[in-house]
């Protein structure tokens, strides 16, 4: 069974920087799909960024310039480098990883909280 945990949230002013990490831990066979949603208190989940196994990486329009989702193979862990950050930025974000194309297995970190205002 695959565990993903999650790290790097906290309290940051307008203008600045996190970077968000997520280790897999456990048997995981791939990464066919990778990503990070947040959710904004009040509206549902939404998709922030992807990286497939193979292919180019996708982000949302709102964050599109200023974050950066990469993958360390070597470390099974995630990373979203969020620069420039805005108080609409403000979520509980959560990575998700799906091991296998034709497989229902679908994992999701446990959510850490980004919090913007000055």
């Known amino acids: 069974q695959v565990q993903l945990e999650e790290a790097g949230g906290g309290l940051v002013q307008p203008g600045g920087s996190l970077r968000l990490s997520c280790a897999a831990s456990?048997?995981?066979?791939?990464?066919?799909?990778t990503g990070w949603y947040r959710q904004i208190l009040g509206k549902q989940r939404e998709l922030v960024a992807s990286l497939p196994n193979i292919g180019r990486t996708n982000y949302a329009d709102s964050v599109k310039g200023r974050f950066t989702i990469s993958r360390d193979n070597a470390k099974n862990t995630l990373y979203l480098q969020m620069n420039s950050l805005k108080p609409e930025d403000t979520a509980v974000y959560y990575c998700?990883?799906?091991?296998?194309?034709?497989?229902?297995?679908?994992?999701w970190g446990q959510g850490t909280q980004v919090t913007v205002s000055s």
């Open positions: 456990g048997s995981i066979s791939g990464f066919y799909m």
């Open positions: 998700n990883v799906r091991p296998n194309l034709g497989s229902s297995a679908n994992y």
